[in-house]
């Protein structure tokens, strides 16, 4: 696409690149140093607008913390412009609001989401990591990693969160997959290429989620359990409750947004480890790093690539002009290697401390609300392989998703040499 002097092509929305060879970096440490505030161009013929692309640690962070400049509605849709009914969905959906309507509704979630309540999950978590590796192991020594462990661990959690029975993990592995794979043809079900048949089954697996949460609500009403779903059917403190469509929306944000998300750092944090062999031996020595190694792997794999923002009013950014209404791609894979801020960032080091990673946002109101979970599930699942399975090796070729939006690992086959 864009060809500036001495620059490499840019083009950062191609999603066979990201399938072949994965983030662009040799793009984007250009971009960071050249043109941190880039005019990326579009493509009229794949009915892609052009869009300006901010590559940098300060500029994102500027860009996250300022939503009355750039809204997050509606960060989702790239590229496309959507038809009514999606875009009176995503404006239902707190990832879309902007503060006021968006306050409101993570105040209410929050509660669910506190360290606190987050801490409390740390058993479950780690009976569900030994049932998978115990799992794995007796049908070892030959496992997919993604398949085995990666997948499965995001999903049962999130199905304990929810009180939803463990069995029905499948269907909402297919419906996340469906919703945020669309790119990635492994995905979408037979939908073909056709952009108006992946939309439909991206609608499709949206409405089968809605229709499931307003179920799950129901029963819950009914019968009040200790779980995050009763919590956020119960007025809080203040007196204020999901109410309307809110409770199935979050359902529906949360079943995408902790899954894939959490499966990718784990997939992609196994390989980082397993292609770094010194940073593996150097956990196995002190399993104390798990900490930091959790940090270090969101930071090294960036599972969120990018999200959109637009401007609300003229601007300026990175010295750059920006009107209202322009497309602003803030591309945290990007600040994640920024060499204004990490020492060596293109090296993987378990015992990064301090590590102000974008990983999870760039700390504005909309920062991850399942951060806490997501370390989480990363430090006990590092933890029970450090303990059962440090033998663990690479043994085929390691299959990526085809998409921008998402770096992410399909498949990734191991020998898994349990302890004897
Ligand atoms: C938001 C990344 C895990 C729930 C976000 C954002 C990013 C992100 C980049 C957008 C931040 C912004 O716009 O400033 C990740 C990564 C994860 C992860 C890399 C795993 C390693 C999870 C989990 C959950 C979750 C486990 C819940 C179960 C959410 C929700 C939002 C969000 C609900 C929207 C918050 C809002 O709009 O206020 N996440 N996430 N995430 N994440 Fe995560």
Partial sequence: MAHLTGAPEINLVDPDSYERDGIPHAQLTWLREHAPVFRHEGDPERGWPAFWAVTRHADIVHVSRHPELFSSFTRLALFDELPDEELALNQLMMLNQDPPDHTRRRGIVNRGFTPRAIEALTGHIRDICRRLVAEVAERGPEADFVRDLAAPLPLQVICELLGAPVEDRDKIFEWSNTMIGGDDPDFRKGAGVDPETVAEEGRKAAMAIYAY?????????????????????????????????????????????GNETTRNAASGGMRALLEHPGQWERLKADPGLVRTTADEIVRWVTPVNLFRRTATRDTELGGERIREGDKVVVFYASANRDERVFDDPFTFDVGRDPNPH???????????????????????????????????????????????????????????????
């Fill in 213 to 257: 949460a307003n179920e799950l609500a129901a029963r819950r009403r009914a019968e009040p359990r200790d779980d995050i779903v009763t919590k956020l059917l119960q007025p809080g403190p203040d007196g204020e409750v999901l109410d309307g469509d809110e409770f199935e929306l979050f359902v529906l944000l949360l079943m995408v947004a």
């Fill in 358 to 420: 974008l990983g999870f946002g760039g700390g504005g109101p909309h920062y991850c609300l399942g951060v806490h979970l997501a370390r989480l599930e990363l430090r006990v699942l590092f933890e029970t392989l450090l303990d059962t399975m440090p033998n663990m090796e690479l043994t085929g070729n390691v299959r990526r998703l085809r998409s921008y939006f998402i770096n992410g690992v399909k498949e990734m086959p191991v020998r898994v040499a349990p302890r004897a």
